[in-house]
């Protein structure tokens, strides 16, 4: 199977920056596009951003120009650089990823367990 681990959540202050990682380990032949979505109490889970086994990405509105997805496919590892920390930004933050366990296999998605970012004053 495989496992996402997620670490870099914590408390900052508004305007702050945190960086997040994520790294998939496990029986992996391959693995495609890596995200991050985030879940406010109260809230529907939500896409903060994706990032393709090429490098292309995709943001939501609410981050766009304040955070950063990469990745580093040697590390099977993602990270999601975040500046200019709003409140609102407060959530809980599971990494995904598409993977292939083996050769000609269907693509699941898995998800990290998540780590928490408050953003607060």
């Known amino acids: 199977q495989v496992q996402l681990v997620e670490s870099g959540g914590g408390l900052v202050q508004p305007g702050g920056s945190l960086r997040l990682s994520c790294t998939a380990s496990?029986?992996?032949?391959?693995?495609?596009?890596m995200g991050w979505y985030r879940q406010a109490p109260g809230k529907q889970r939500e896409r903060v951003a994706d990032?393709?086994?090429?490098?292309?990405?995709i943001y939501a509105d609410s981050v766009k120009g304040r955070f950063t997805i990469s990745r580093d496919n040697a590390k099977n590892t993602v990270y999601l650089q975040m500046n200019s920390l709003k409140p609102e930004d407060t959530a809980v933050y599971y990494c995904n990823a598409e993977v292939t366990l083996r050769l000609g296999e269907p693509i699941y998605r898995y998800w990290g367990q998540g780590t928490q970012v408050t953003v607060s004053s």
């Open positions: 496990g029986t992996i032949f391959s693995i495609y596009t």
């Open positions: 990032i393709t086994s090429g490098g292309s990405t």
